[in-house]
């Protein structure tokens, strides 16, 4: 089982629609999770950070972590077309220094 | 700029051929890591630093992959004896303290093993 598990999509939405993008997650002791977004040939962008339960809005974007289910998730409103990229999970245990990613989901919003 | 710099941008070498990749952290950053990433895959971690101390190699894939940062700052991964599997886009990142803080990765280097 990987550590992290995002389904790799591809998801499409039409502009302005809301783009939801779920991960789950192995370690139950996993304490810090991020999003990232990363264009092609692009480095990864950080998006949000969150590390407690609920819901975490930045804008456009809004972060939902449910430790007891192990699941994070990033809600895109008012989908843009210069949304389209992969979106990274990204999951650290605070036991170790390493940081597990998912695969990305690629995300495309339809103008 | 005050990005993570990484060169060179692209890298091209013969299978076994030795090759050396530099990245320059955020100035005052901590934490160094190194990650590798496949094509249409996430980034792998390799291996992470607090100042010049190299606390975690355990995902550096083989003897042939060696990582230093020996002034705290700039750090340097080395793939000796370079094999086709090693071509990949190898991505540094640094934090500001801890492990746990976001990191900022550069726009990293794009190896391929002819």
């Given at each position: 089982q990987k550590e992290v598990e995002q389904n790799s999509g591809p998801l499409s939405v039409p502009e302005g629609a809301i783009a939801s993008l779920n991960c789950t997650y192995s370690d139950r002791v996993s304490q810090s999770f991020f999003w990232y977004r990363q264009y092609s040939g692009k480095s990864p962008e950080l998006i949000m950070s969150i590390y407690s339960n609920g819901d975490k809005e930045d804008g456009r974007f809004t972060a939902q972590l449910n430790k007891a289910s192990q699941y994070v998730s990033l809600l895109i409103r008012d989908s843009q077309p210069s949304d389209s990229a992969t979106y990274l999970c990204a999951v650290n245990r605070n036991t170790g220094n390493q940081f597990y990613f998912g695969t990305g989901t690629s995300l495309t919003v339809i103008p | 700029g005050a990005g993570v710099s990484q060169s060179p941008r692209y890298k091209v070498a013969k299978r076994g051929q030795d090759v050396a990749l530099r990245c320059d952290p955020i100035s005052g950053h901590v934490s160094l890591f190194w990650y590798q990433q496949a094509l249409g895959q996430g980034p792998?971690?390799?291996?992470?630093?607090?100042?010049?101390?190299?606390?975690?190699?355990?995902?550096?894939?083989?003897?042939?992959?060696?990582?230093?940062?020996?002034?705290?700052s700039v750090s340097t991964l080395k793939i000796q004896r370079t094999q086709q599997?090693?071509?990949?886009?190898?991505l540094c990142a640094s934090s500001p303290l801890d492990s746990n803080q976001p990191q900022h990765f550069g726009d990293g280097t794009r190896l391929s093993i002819l």
């Amino acid at each position: 089982q990987k550590e992290v598990e995002q389904n790799s999509g591809p998801l499409s939405v039409p502009e302005g629609a809301i783009a939801s993008l779920n991960c789950t997650y192995s370690d139950r002791v996993s304490q810090s999770f991020f999003w990232y977004r990363q264009y092609s040939g692009k480095s990864p962008e950080l998006i949000m950070s969150i590390y407690s339960n609920g819901d975490k809005e930045d804008g456009r974007f809004t972060a939902q972590l449910n430790k007891a289910s192990q699941y994070v998730s990033l809600l895109i409103r008012d989908s843009q077309p210069s949304d389209s990229a992969t979106y990274l999970c990204a999951v650290n245990r605070n036991t170790g220094n390493q940081f597990y990613f998912g695969t990305g989901t690629s995300l495309t919003v339809i103008p | 700029g005050a990005g993570v710099s990484q060169s060179p941008r692209y890298k091209v070498a013969k299978r076994g051929q030795d090759v050396a990749l530099r990245c320059d952290p955020i100035s005052g950053h901590v934490s160094l890591f190194w990650y590798q990433q496949a094509l249409g895959q996430g980034p792998e971690f390799l291996t992470y630093f607090q100042n010049e101390a190299q606390l975690d190699k355990s995902g550096l894939p083989s003897d042939r992959f060696f990582a230093e940062r020996p002034e705290g700052s700039v750090s340097t991964l080395k793939i000796q004896r370079t094999q086709q599997e090693d071509s990949a886009v190898y991505l540094c990142a640094s934090s500001p303290l801890d492990s746990n803080q976001p990191q900022h990765f550069g726009d990293g280097t794009r190896l391929s093993i002819l």
